[in-house]
């Protein structure tokens, strides 16, 4: 094939960034120890290149991004690779079994152990910095491996494994995970997305598949426990590897599923991470997927000011106090949750929480949106509806960590999510107009 200098280029590289056993771990709302591995946490780096047009994206087996650690990581990585730090995206995963690292419940236990044993004994380590240090050495190493590749893309269809947790119920209210078979279910209150995107990054000989980038909306909360996991993209992985070889390296974006998760309430089984991944797995090996034969790289980006939740003095100050109320009986879940909430956005300054949407454009048939925040399905639905490229990848968790980012209907009808939660109603559909005007912007 031409390898001229308009074709498209791809690297991928990992690294490893499980932090140190003893380590707190994130997720829940106790203090939760690591007592292991049962698989590694990895930083996963694809760097792109057409002509002069360069860009990043990192995916991460953690819960979620830090802003600092987002600014930190991009600034680092430019200085090492010259990539602008507005191309680059960092997302999360979401896996509920790595590292709390950052946020109000973890500066609760990291001050309450300070204060009590003179030292926090479960931060041996510097973990922010050894985060943004996998992160960039992930970048470096993969801006180095560019070398032509063939691409292809498209969307397959998975039903059975996703279902919307939150639930209109017998007495009028809507409920987040009511349980299972539970008989005051009425129906669910939002839609799922089925759709599976997937990019193949393939050698330049067509046949060799290295990479694929694959964005699936379903929680990352499949496996609990103390050891450390990467959810059930490392299954995904695990099993295309089968078809794809030992090299073969997944590269998964979350996509838009902060009311998406998997149980099956009509049933009492609870599926499995290893079964999640295998059956993914099948329906990434079996999409239909069509060549990106004219490349067309390019970036947009955009931060939107939202208007953040507001509180009084006195709603802060008893917050403050309540904070020794989380995870004890003494509380409602709900209640320890908006305490939580109320705590961490007064670690924001100013009236607005800035969201950053990047839009990638692979081709004018593909692009790849992210988006900050564990972003409601439907935000997500709308995105790809109105978007001119017919394989639209979403991804969310990207930059930066502003919990929930649920509908104004949802907003509307409560429940955990919009607790749980910091940019005030209709923040998220301002965030859903901006990635739909960069994509229409870059369509055209
Ligand atoms: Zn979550």
Do not use: W
């Not at 030292?119 to 070398?147: H, M, W």
């Not at 000989?205 to 990467?230: E, K, P």
């Not at 009986?329 to 949407?357: C, H, N, W």
């Amino acid at each position: 094939m031409a390898t001229t200098s308009q074709s498209l280029q791809a690297g991928v590289a990992v690294t490893d960034i499980t932090p140190p056993v003893g380590y707190r771990m994130c997720g829940y709302f106790n203090e939760r120890l690591s007592t292991g591995v049962l698989n590694p946490l990895h930083a996963k780096a694809l760097v792109l290149r057409q002509g002069d047009t360069r860009a990043a994206l990192v995916f991460c087996d953690i819960i979620g991004i830090s802003a600092d650690v987002s600014q930190r990581a991009r600034q680092q990585a430019q200085r090492e690779t010259g990539i602008p730090p507005e191309n680059i995206l960092l997302a999360g995963t979401h896996s509920h079994t790595g590292p709390l690292y950052f946020d109000a419940l973890r500066d609760y236990f990291h001050e309450k152990a300070v204060a009590q044993q003179g030292k926090d004994p479960y931060e041996v380590r510097d973990y922010p910095s050894e985060l943004v240090a996998g992160i960039v050495k992930a970048v470096t190493q993969a801006d180095a491996r560019l070398r032509p590749v063939q691409a292809e893309a498209g969307v397959a269809q998975q039903q059975g494994l996703s279902f919307n947790r939150r639930f209109h119920m017998t007495d009028g209210t809507v409920r987040f995970n009511p349980g299972l078979l539970n008989p005051d279910i009425v129906r669910p209150a939002g839609p799922i997305d089925p759709g599976v995107g997937v990019v193949f990054f393939r050698e330049a000989n067509g046949r060799d598949t290295f990479a694929s980038l694959v964005n699936f909306a379903l929680h990352l909360d499949t496996t609990g426990g103390t050891l450390y996991a990467a959810d059930y993209p490392y299954f995904i992985e695990q099993n295309l590897r089968g078809k794809f070889g030992k090299d073969f390296t997944l590269l998964f974006g979350t996509g838009t599923c902060g009311d998406i998760n998997h149980f099956d309430v009509m049933t009492k089984d609870i599926r499995k991470p290893a079964v999640i991944g295998a059956t993914l797995a099948g329906t990434i090996a079996a999409a239909r997927a069509k060549a990106i034969a004219k490349p067309s790289l390019a970036v947009r980006r955009a931060v939107v000011e939202v208007p953040r939740q507001k509180f009084t003095a006195a709603e802060i100050a008893q917050a403050k106090k309540d904070m020794d109320k989380i995870a004890t009986a003494e509380m409602s879940f709900l209640d320890q949750v908006r305490t939580y909430k109320i705590v961490d956005i007064q670690s924001r300054r100013g009236a607005t929480i800035p969201l950053e949407v990047q839009v990638f454009r692979l081709s004018d048939e593909v692009a790849v949106v992210g988006l900050p925040g564990e972003v409601f399905v439907e935000h997500g639905l709308a995105i790809k509806k109105a978007s001119p490229f017919p394989v639209t990848l979403v991804i969310e968790l990207c930059q930066d960590d502003v919990a929930y980012v649920p509908t104004k209907k949802a907003f509307a009808e409560g429940s955990y999510e919009t607790v749980n939660s910091r940019v005030a109603p209709g923040g998220g559909e301002m965030m859903t107009e901006t990635a739909i005007r960069l994509l229409k912007e870059l369509g055209t």
